[in-house]
């Protein structure tokens, strides 16, 4: 079974801090990608950041960035300058392939944050 | 360009009451996909559509979940004589590429509420 696992329900850290998220997963594939999605209390589901797990450079998107640990299978989130903006649920998430055809994405529970002022 | 829409935003049916979800993805996305979110939860895999062709529905969770994507673009979920445990927000999503490993898009969601 493929799983991502997010063990902090929720977490809340001030403005212009810093704050991870963690994310674990198991997979038995070698070459794979990895993504953070965000999903503000509107629901539209967003692309925060995507790594590739071939690549050994963590991923960095402005104030986002992975700490990826392969061989861990660890695959956290770091906001720097937290902003209001970010206030969300995060989700961790892994392509997992389905039998005969493409690949969906394997979520986890996800991460509520909240920024507060 | 435009993103992935869908259509209601919100759904709200009677017990036993067919529904139809809409979803516009993205031009030229060749993938689709269909996720459901229960509350608290994070999506879980319905469906998935590679132009035309149904190529994955092990993720509906009874037959009374149909969904379709005739035309290659535009898919329709189906629920058939709904019940209290199908309500969720149901999400749409494309991908540009075959397989959908990259990137996925996500609509809005539809929220169902089914009474």
């Known amino acids: 079974a493929q799983t991502v696992t997010q063990s902090q329900p929720e977490m809340s850290v001030q403005e212009a801090e810093t704050v991870t998220l963690s994310c674990t997963y198991d997979?038995?594939?070698?070459?794979?990608?990895l993504f953070w999605y965000k999903q503000p209390p509107s629901r539209q589901m967003i692309l925060v950041i995507r790594?590739?797990?071939?690549?050994?450079q963590n991923a960095t998107e402005n104030r986002f960035s992975v700490n990826f640990q392969k061989a861990a299978k660890s695959f956290s989130l770091k906001i720097s300058d937290s902003q209001l903006g970010d206030t969300a649920m995060y989700f961790c998430?892994?392509?997992?392939?389905?039998?005969?055809?493409?690949?969906?994405?394997?979520f986890g529970k996800g991460t509520s944050l909240l920024v507060t002022p | 360009g435009a993103g992935v829409s869908q259509s209601p935003r919100y759904k709200v049916a009677k017990r036993g009451q067919d529904v139809a979800l809409r979803c516009d993805p993205i031009?030229?996305?060749?993938?689709l996909f269909w996720y459901q979110q229960a509350l608290g939860q994070g999506p879980e895999f319905l469906t998935y559509?590679?132009?035309?062709?149904?190529?994955?529905k092990s993720g509906l969770p009874s037959d009374r979940f149909f969904a379709e994507r005739p035309e290659g673009s535009v898919s329709t979920l189906k629920i058939q004589r709904t019940q209290q445990e199908d309500s969720a927000v149901y999400l749409c999503?494309?991908?540009?590429?075959?397989?959908?490993?990259?990137?996925?898009?996500f609509g809005p969601g539809t929220r169902l509420t089914v009474l």
């Open positions: 999503a494309s991908s540009p590429r075959l397989a959908g490993y990259n990137e996925q898009f």
């Open positions: 997979t038995s594939e070698n070459n794979y990608y």
């Open positions: 790594q590739e797990a071939y690549k050994q």
């Open positions: 998430a892994f392509p997992h392939r389905r039998s005969n055809s493409g690949y969906a994405l394997n």
């Open positions: 031009s030229g996305h060749v993938s």
């Open positions: 559509f590679q132009n035309e062709a149904q190529l994955d």
